[in-house]
């Protein structure tokens, strides 16, 4: 009863907050790719390369030989393309899964890195074809070593808005 509170809490928290959620009745409205750009842009926010720094855009980090530096301006615009194409990215490094599966991938991916992601137990149970990974996929929240309550609600949003039984 605890998780099926905090799951309708998570998205109504998302679909309130967020203001590309207001010309859609829902966010499962949206195709499963669109669900998991807002998700990420909810949860990163735009990041002021300033404060920031080396991470800009939607917690994009910068890589060696990219055209960004301190002080860089991203536009809204620009910084959406960036995450799509990091997204994008991380989705492929896990083509060998299911489309859907490969997706929220991605967006553990997007938060923690693909390395982190291919060592887990989540990985390891959906690449076996175990579907029962609640506990295995919202364990990862956790910040210096302690539980962080607002990874965990974003774990359980991109659960609830992505995993397909």
């Not at 809204?76 to 492929?92: M, P, Q, S, T």
């Amino acid at each position: 009863m605890k998780k099926l509170l905090i799951f309708l809490m998570a998205l109504v928290t998302l679909a309130v907050t967020t203001p590309a959620f207001a010309a859609k009745r829902s966010i499962m409205e949206l195709p499963p790719y669109e669900r998991a750009v807002l998700i990420i842009k909810h949860h990163e926010t735009l990041h002021d390369s300033r404060t920031c720094w080396p991470y800009i855009g939607y917690g994009h980090r910068k890589l060696p030989g990219e055209k960004y530096f301190r002080g860089y301006k991203m536009s809204e615009r620009e910084a959406d393309a960036l995450l799509r194409k990091d997204l994008n990215k991380f989705i492929a490094i896990f083509s060998d899964l299911k489309p859907s599966d490969a997706l929220l991938m991605g967006v553990l991916s997007y938060n923690i890195g693909p390395g982190a992601v291919k060592k887990s137990t989540v990985y390891r149970k959906l690449k076996s074809g175990n579907r029962n990974i609640f506990k295995s996929y919202t364990s990862h929240c956790r910040y210096k070593g302690k539980f962080h309550q607002g990874l965990y609600k974003r774990r359980c949003q991109e659960f609830v808005a992505l995993f397909t039984p």
